[in-house]
């Protein structure tokens, strides 16, 4: 049996015309264009379902969003978790969680951004409760003219890898698979050090790939 697939995202993990109806988008148009991510086919998450021989569920993804918030969009809303079960009450077989770079670049507290994390996956347990739960750590990205610096150091206070424990951490103590690509990949390319190009594209799904063999 096709092990179908949803994603739970911010922008990274979106592309026109693939998100549930409503969400905002990144990858279309001239942004699209201008990271050379002109398809579906072009996404990392697409490239790694298609990878394991899976099948595309839902894309829950939305631009812009954080883990942390009182309503919708937050990651931990429940009506983010809802809309990873299929038009027709299809259950996914794993959820993919790629979030919290938004939560970082605003600077919410660790603490709040640990209770939000396990908030979202206690939503996605409810909804659905048969799935394998992969989290992914966050991996930095960099260009010529961004370095890594924004994710190396303490942007508002808190460094990046403090918010990894927070996911290494909750994953694991909610029985979720953490795909920690944060502690071995190097930072994938982009134009404005956040959003991949086609080529960060690749290396992110390469990243995920290997962490799932490890």
Sequence with gaps: MVKRYSVLGDSISTFDGMVAAGNEVYYEGERAARNNVCAPADTWWVQMIGQLGGKLLVNA???????TGDAFPAGQSMERARQLVGASGQQP????????INDYGEG??????????KALLVNVAQVAPGAEVLCLT??????????TSFFRSKYK????????????????AQGARVLDVAAFAAPF??????????????????AVLEALGR
């Design 93 to 100: 077989d794993a959820v993919l969680v790629y979030m919290g």
């Design 138 to 147: 966050l991996l930095p990205g960099c260009s010529e003219e961004h370095d």
């Design 108 to 117: 919410v507290p660790v603490d709040d951004f640990a209770c939000a994390y």
């Design 189 to 206: 390319d982009t134009l404005d050090g956040t959003h991949p190009t086609r080529r960060g594209m690749q290396q992110l799904s390469a």
């Design 157 to 172: 206070g808190t460094s990046l890898e403090a918010y990894n424990e927070a996911i290494r951490e909750v994953a694991r």
């Design 61 to 67: 993804s939305y631009s812009g969003s954080l883990v």
